[in-house]
């Protein structure tokens, strides 16, 4: 299998690249392929629904044809993973500019430029160094002998600590084991977003974490995972208006799990944000479900005050409206949830109830006013 045909982060290697290359700010990307292939077209397809403008080029003289002459280029290795952060890096420096890492063991797989670097798989290319090269390139490697004239321009360089392949979010990847070891370690290091904290932050994100692995060896799509987390939150509203409390709770807080974990698969696979309302429809269908459970045991008002506290604090707090606040502050609908599962537990879901309705109260007003205002 060619190395841009290898699954990665939910979708081909290539596309992979072309989403990194285009949230680097690549206005126009092209594809050097020896034959145009139906994974290939496909994938094409995708980039293209998606609204980033590909094409393919095929040979050196479509090549000096639809490349620019008034702008710079960037040069993405076959097969390689770089961490976004350099790849802005190199898109923020004009000119001829390489990234390089250290020359070790763990390098090794790298192309060696100088006795004590090699290249990373990225580079920008300037127009004069870019056709003075394929002026006269005939069939030599383009790759490595763009990287060589970039070398001999006296480029800037931006350096990667080893680290990072260590770690393994900087790669080579031949193979499809390599290309799953490396989607594991990049969303292993992934930072949390920005709409969770509370019990979503400290517990269910670790679980996430371990799950989301599982579903990209699976090769399941983001999709589907949260169509099955809307699924399981439905069923905790069945369970509710059977009465059975226990249950529903624990498939609520399923449904939770399963969100987070597609959330780290979106924010993996660089699609965008976490889809909009698509994207909280299974806290919100958890929410209707705590309502429930309040109108179940008699407390109907409660239960509506309830849900309607945990959705403004969990839409303020995914648009980034409680900037200030302390995570651990913050009432999410999975703290609701195990302070309500340990009173229900132990008989006492009316007393857990109405402690839910005053921390979401205080964490609202804490959240408001900021710790500033607090201390102050």
């Known amino acids: 299998m060619l190395r841009a045909n290898l699954h990665f982060a939910g979708q081909s290697l290539l596309e992979y690249q072309v989403r990194q290359a285009a949230e680097a700010g690549a206005e126009q990307v092209m594809v050097l392929v020896g034959a145009v292939t139906q994974p290939l077209s496909r994938a094409i397809d995708r980039l293209t629904a998606d609204g980033i403008s590909v094409s393919i080029v095929r040979d050196m003289v479509s090549l000096l044809r639809e490349a620019p002459r008034d702008r710079d280029m960037m040069l993405v290795a076959d097969g390689a993973v770089v961490p976004q952060r350099f790849y802005t890096a190199v898109a923020s420096q004009p000119g001829n500019v390489l990234l390089v890492t250290e020359d070790s063991a763990t390098t090794a797989g790298f192309e060696r430029i100088d006795a004590g670097q090699r290249w990373a798989g990225v580079a920008r290319v300037s127009p004069d160094v870019l056709f003075g090269t394929l002026d006269m390139i005939g069939d030599w490697d383009l790759e490595l002998t763009m990287v060589r004239a970039v070398v001999q321009a006296g480029s800037h360089r931006i350096g990667i600590p080893s680290e990072e392949v260590m770690d393994a979010r ?14 594991r370690a990049l969303l292993v290091g992934k930072r949390a977003p920005a709409g969770e904290a509370g019990a979503e932050r400290v517990i269910l994100a670790p679980l996430a974490a371990r799950i989301a692995p599982e579903f990209l060896r699976s090769q399941v799509p983001a999709g589907q995972v949260r169509a099955g987390a809307i699924a399981v939150s439905l069923i905790g509203i069945v369970a509710t208006l059977l009465g059975w409390p226990m249950i529903a709770l624990f498939l609520y807080l399923t449904a939770l799990l399963l969100s987070l974990t597609v959330d780290r698969l979106v924010q993996l696979a660089r699609r965008g944000g976490l889809e909009g309302w698509v994207g909280i429809m299974p806290h919100l269908t958890v929410l209707a479900g705590v309502a429930l459970l309040g109108n179940e045991a008699g407390r109907t008002m409660d239960g509506l005050y309830l849900a309607g506290l945990l959705a403004i604090l969990m ?31 132990g008989g006492y879901f009316h007393f857990g109830l109405t402690l839910s309705i005053a921390c979401a109260i205080l964490s609202l007003g804490l959240a408001i006013l900021g710790p500033e205002t607090v201390e102050s």
């Open 315 to 345: 839409l303020g707090l995914r648009s980034g409206r409680f900037h200030g606040a302390r995570k651990w502050a913050i009432l999410t609908p999975g703290s609701t949830l195990l302070l309500l599962l340990l009173t229900t537990g």
């Open 170 to 183: 900087l790669a080579l990847i031949s193979s499809q084991a390599e290309a799953d070891l490396v989607s």
